[in-house]
């Protein structure tokens, strides 16, 4: 996809998203400059192009869900468009970079399988209705594993 925000905006009749969650964190591409003070010169923890979209791609008053990782607050982040869109942020981080290495040594030993612990597979596009039963613990649901549309196709 060539632009996000650009999509965003004209499948909600150029309102923006009332939710958007960054989940990608710093790793993201993108935004040339960025990429280059971040990953090229080290100038900065990585590249905030994620973030960007999200700010761009909420609406006015919508809430923005921050759950990528990201580093130091040298990030070039619009704290101003945030502001002036009255954007509500909720974040929070899991320890991945901690975690993950002991998870792939479960998984590799055998002493893990993470597929017995999917207990839904939701295409991408009914997310609301897997929040909501998640939330409220229908169907007995554990772990729902959302399918992106492209996916089904293949």
Known sequence: MDDVVLFVKK???WLGADVVIDAVGCEAT???MQDILGKKLLM????????H???NSVKKAGILSIIGVYGPPWNLVP????????ITVRTNQASVKRLLPKLIDH????RLNPKGIISH??????ISDAYH???TKQDNIIKPLLIPPRALRA
């Not at 900065?44 to 973030?51: C, P």
């Not at 704290?79 to 009255?86: D, L, P, Y």
């Open 121 to 126: 597979r939701i295409p991408l596009e009914e």
């Open 11 to 13: 499948t909600t009749d």
């Open 133 to 135: 039963m998640f939330s």
């Open 107 to 110: 998984v590799m030993a055998g």
């Open 79 to 86: 704290v101003g468009s945030i502001m002036n869109k009255g």
């Open 53 to 55: 979209w999200a700010i």
């Open 30 to 32: 993108g935004n040339a």
């Open 44 to 51: 900065q923890a990585g590249s905030a192009t994620a973030l």
